[in-house]
């Protein structure tokens, strides 16, 4: 299972209003809380489908997760680093209580970089069909006493499957190369 790193970034602060009612407060100590959306949606668990955890291996789960307090190296309001088994999520800032502001992982760089080189190995596959394909034959099969017209592939060569020979002049009809398959 792999769980994607979330930290303080400028969106990574525990705010609240002071007194007055305008002012911001950063607020220590908080147990913030991480959901699938910004309102409603599913809160992220140590027991949940999407699990959260304050280890990039997942071994210590949590339901929540703090906001510094303002001792030691981090500053009073900075959400603590948590780790989550979805790539983004929105974290109530408040514990409980007030709008959600979304945290997007710090791995970011390395989820575009595994998505460009998932694109590019398609395309690679892609390419690699249409080589193939390239090279293919067509089929034409008479069905109710008539041929169809010859497929639209250039030069490939068609095979025409019927119990009459197709069609060589006129437009859509057998051209040199292609095989008649008699049936019927």
Excluded: H
């Amino acid at each position: 299972m792999t769980f994607y790193e979330f930290e303080s970034t400028p969106a990574g602060w525990n705010m609240g209003v002071a007194g007055d009612g305008e002012t911001p407060v950063l607020l220590g100590g908080i147990a913030n809380q991480a959901w699938s959306q910004k309102t409603g949606g599913v809160q992220y668990t140590s027991a949940g489908a999407v699990r959260l955890a304050l280890d990039r291996d997942g071994t210590t789960l949590t339901d929540t997760f703090p906001g510094a307090d303002g001792t030691g190296l981090d500053i009073k309001g900075q959400i603590q680093r948590v780790y989550c088994e979805s790539p983004t999520f929105f974290i109530d800032g408040n514990g409980g209580a007030g709008p959600r502001t979304m945290l997007v992982t710090t791995d970011v760089a390395q989820l575009a970089l595994a998505a460009l080189q998932a694109a590019q190995d398609a395309l690679a596959g892609v390419n690699s069909l249409n080589t193939l394909t390239a090279n293919m034959v067509g089929f034409a099969v008479k069905t109710g006493g008539s041929y169809p017209a010859r497929p639209p592939i250039g030069t490939r060569v068609v095979l025409w499957i019927g119990d009459t020979a197709p069609p060589t002049t006129g437009a859509g009809c057998a051209v040199a190369g292609d095989l008649w398959w008699q049936v019927g």
